[in-house]
């Protein structure tokens, strides 16, 4: 279920904000409930279960959308991607080339990053070990769409260090690739925007909570467009209350251009006056605001920067203790505001999707600096380096939260690793075939898994004693008996007289050198 989905949920449940999604079997227990406690309830209880059938199936309906807008902004990466793999499989061994070494190229070529690459061909020379099965499209498919997935999921849990799955030949690869589900349960909505929960310390002087998202990013990257498309979702499909803070004071024009798209969202925009001009003081003029008149979100508009750009790096951390210290929950002893490090909700950062690994230096800078929560891809649908979007989350260790796939105020869409790969790899609906392939091809790479452990263990084991040497070690070694042995033995009697052997004659250089010599003194003798 979306984010957005999440939200307009309450309707059905709660007058309070931004509560957890409820489940299907929650919500058809609770009625059945409702009905044991109270009989009269039966009589309403089919417009109750309408209202609940209605709901799921808007968000089925929204979730198909969902699933197709990102396969069409995939496009070019998946036409790419799927070409290469196909003529890696048609012309296998072509110059000398196996089919690792053009998957290698194909994958590289995608922009998947070279540890992505590596785990992919380290499994795939474990899974095909031993087995006489053709490796061909379908378990090609069924790897590339298990690993992306869990490189993906690494991200997710904010792991940099992506866990490989193959650690050492021999090791039970799917004992080692399982998540626990305890692990998955804590991660299921990594991907999700965090939003203030009625159960967090309200800031002083507050009567509702505010969530606040500070977006930051270098210019041309998308970003105050970016924050205008979500400004619209949220009012449109969450019926949020949303102020925007224009705060990127220092490029011309981009004031206007957040007002526009305020207007076109129909939400309010703080803007830079008279006495308020600098980033800061207008970030904290918008809280003021957004606090005094109960909004629900306010959304940060920060100014494009490079990362090499100290005082503008500078400039983002003082911003972002001045949302810290305006949010302050209490005192301390000196009466002085805590900073509250719950605040922002998300700090994130919008990266072109078309610059792929190229961002990652700058973004790892802010990381250090600022601290990232998240990551929005833009302009995916015009580019064909997609698979960038999991090299750059996985080096960086943080999750994809928003894409970008088209110009329309509609074309933000939230990031579902699932439907991503699928669409990159033309799966399911992306490829022109059934929803139901992806879980075929999760249970084909269970089984090759299975099997290659099966393998393993049946496999015979080396024998663990070597072909002994003349000289009592194994074959090409020699122990330290033998050794002795040389020492003990009677050179007069074994071998005679030690020769030396030279590059230039054999034993019978030795024998050379002799008369040589016998030569020299007779010369001598003649003289005297």
């Given at each position: 279920?979306?984010?957005?989905?999440?939200?307009?949920?309450?309707?059905?449940?709660?007058?309070?904000?931004?509560?957890?999604?409820?489940?299907?079997?929650?919500?058809?227990?609770?009625?059945?409930?409702?009905?044991?406690?109270?009989?009269?309830?039966?009589?309403?209880?089919?417009?109750?279960?309408?209202?609940?059938?209605?709901?799921?199936?808007?968000?089925?309906?929204?979730?198909?959308?969902?699933?197709?807008?990102?396969?069409?902004?995939?496009?070019?990466?998946?036409?790419?991607?799927?070409?290469?793999?196909?003529?890696?499989?048609?012309?296998?061994?072509?110059?000398?080339?196996?089919?690792?070494?053009?998957?290698?190229?194909?994958?590289?070529?995608?922009?998947?990053?070279?540890?992505?690459?590596?785990?992919?061909?380290?499994?795939?020379?474990?899974?095909?070990?031993?087995?006489?099965?053709?490796?061909?499209?379908?378990?090609?498919?069924?790897?590339?769409?298990?690993?992306?997935?869990?490189?993906?999921?690494?991200?997710?849990?904010?792991?940099?260090?992506?866990?490989?799955?193959?650690?050492?030949?021999?090791?039970?690869?799917?004992?080692?690739?399982?998540?626990?589900?305890?692990?998955?349960?804590?991660?299921?909505?990594?991907?999700?925007?965090?939003?203030?929960?009625?159960?967090?310390?309200?800031?002083?002087?507050?009567?509702?909570?505010?969530?606040?998202?500070?977006?930051?990013?270098?210019?041309?990257?998308?970003?105050?467009?970016?924050?205008?498309?979500?400004?619209?979702?949220?009012?449109?499909?969450?019926?949020?209350?949303?102020?925007?803070?224009?705060?990127?004071?220092?490029?011309?024009?981009?004031?206007?251009?957040?007002?526009?798209?305020?207007?076109?969202?129909?939400?309010?925009?703080?803007?830079?006056?008279?006495?308020?001009?600098?980033?800061?003081?207008?970030?904290?003029?918008?809280?003021?605001?957004?606090?005094?008149?109960?909004?629900?979100?306010?959304?940060v508009d920060t100014s494009g920067r490079l990362s090499n750009n100290d005082a503008l790096t500078a400039e983002l951390v003082k911003m972002k203790r001045v949302i810290q210290k305006r949010m302050s929950t209490g005192f301390d002893e000196k009466v002085k505001p805590i900073l509250n490090l719950q605040v922002p909700h998300e700090t994130l950062l919008v990266i072109d999707a078309a610059q792929?690994?190229?961002?990652?230096?700058?973004?790892?800078?802010?990381?250090?600096?600022?601290?990232?929560?998240?990551?929005?891809?833009?302009?995916?649908?015009?580019?064909?380096?997609?698979?960038?979007?999991?090299?750059?989350?996985?080096?960086?260790?943080?999750?994809?939260?928003?894409?970008?796939?088209?110009?329309?105020?509609?074309?933000?869409?939230?990031?579902?690793?699932?439907?991503?790969?699928?669409?990159?790899?033309?799966?399911?609906?992306?490829?022109?075939?059934?929803?139901?392939?992806?879980?075929?091809?999760?249970?084909?790479?269970?089984?090759?898994?299975?099997?290659?452990?099966?393998?393993?263990?049946?496999?015979?084991?080396?024998?663990?004693?070597?072909?002994?040497?003349?000289?009592?070690?194994?074959?090409?070694?020699?122990?330290?008996?033998?050794?002795?042995?040389?020492?003990?033995?009677?050179?007069?009697?074994?071998?005679?007289?030690?020769?030396?052997?030279?590059p230039g004659g054999g034993a019978g250089a030795g024998k050379n050198k002799a008369k040589n010599k016998n030569k020299k003194k007779k010369k001598r003798k003649n003289k005297k």
């Amino acid at each position: 279920m979306s984010l957005l989905a999440t939200i307009s949920m309450m309707a059905l449940t709660t007058t309070s904000s931004f509560q957890p999604p409820v489940s299907n079997t929650h919500i058809h227990r609770s009625l059945d409930i409702h009905k044991m406690n109270n009989p009269a309830a039966s009589r309403t209880s089919s417009t109750e279960l309408n209202m609940v059938f209605d709901f799921f199936k808007k968000a089925q309906t929204e979730a198909t959308e969902q699933m197709s807008a990102i396969a069409t902004g995939l496009a070019k990466s998946r036409n790419q991607l799927l070409y290469n793999l196909e003529d890696s499989l048609a012309l296998d061994s072509k110059n000398g080339m196996t089919l690792m070494d053009q998957l290698e190229d194909t994958l590289l070529q995608a922009d998947l990053g070279m540890a992505t690459t590596d785990d992919v061909l380290e499994e795939a020379r474990y899974l095909r070990s031993e087995s006489t099965e053709i490796f061909g499209r379908d378990e090609i498919k069924a790897l590339l769409r298990g690993k992306l997935l869990e490189a993906l999921g690494a991200s997710a849990r904010g792991s940099s260090e992506y866990m490989r799955v193959q650690k050492r030949a021999g090791k039970d690869i799917a004992a080692v690739a399982a998540v626990s589900e305890d692990e998955e349960a804590d991660n299921s909505n990594s991907f999700a925007l965090k939003f203030a929960s009625e159960d967090d310390p309200k800031p002083l002087s507050s009567k509702k909570q505010l969530t606040v998202h500070f977006i930051m990013g270098a210019n041309g990257m998308g970003k105050t467009t970016t924050i205008g498309k979500l400004a619209h979702r949220l009012k449109a499909e969450a019926g949020q209350k949303v102020l925007l803070a224009a705060c990127d004071t220092f490029r011309a024009g981009a004031v206007a251009q957040l007002e526009r798209w305020g207007e076109r969202a129909d939400v309010d925009c703080f803007s830079p006056n008279e006495t308020t001009n600098g980033p800061s003081a207008v970030l904290y003029g918008a809280l003021d605001k957004a606090i005094t008149e109960e909004y629900d979100v306010l959304l940060v508009d920060t100014s494009g920067r490079l990362s090499n750009n100290d005082a503008l790096t500078a400039e983002l951390v003082k911003m972002k203790r001045v949302i810290q210290k305006r949010m302050s929950t209490g005192f301390d002893e000196k009466v002085k505001p805590i900073l509250n490090l719950q605040v922002p909700h998300e700090t994130l950062l919008v990266i072109d999707a078309a610059q792929g690994r190229m961002a990652l230096d700058s973004a790892k800078q802010w990381d250090k600096e600022i601290g990232l929560s998240g990551l929005i891809l833009t302009k995916l649908d015009g580019s064909a380096k997609g698979g960038s979007v999991v090299a750059v989350s996985r080096e960086l260790g943080l999750p994809v939260k928003l894409v970008g796939v088209g110009e329309g105020i509609d074309d933000l869409r939230d990031f579902e690793p699932e439907s991503f790969v699928d669409g990159l790899l033309g799966i399911g609906v992306a490829g022109g075939g059934s929803s139901k392939e992806g879980k075929a091809l999760e249970a084909r790479l269970t089984q090759m898994r299975k099997e290659r452990t099966q393998r393993a263990k049946t496999a015979p084991k080396p024998s663990s004693s070597p072909a002994a040497s003349p000289m009592g070690g194994s074959a090409g070694e020699m122990t330290l008996q033998g050794l002795e042995d040389i020492g003990s033995m009677d050179m007069e009697e074994g071998v005679g007289e030690m020769q030396m052997i030279t590059p230039g004659g054999g034993a019978g250089a030795g024998k050379n050198k002799a008369k040589n010599k016998n030569k020299k003194k007779k010369k001598r003798k003649n003289k005297k």
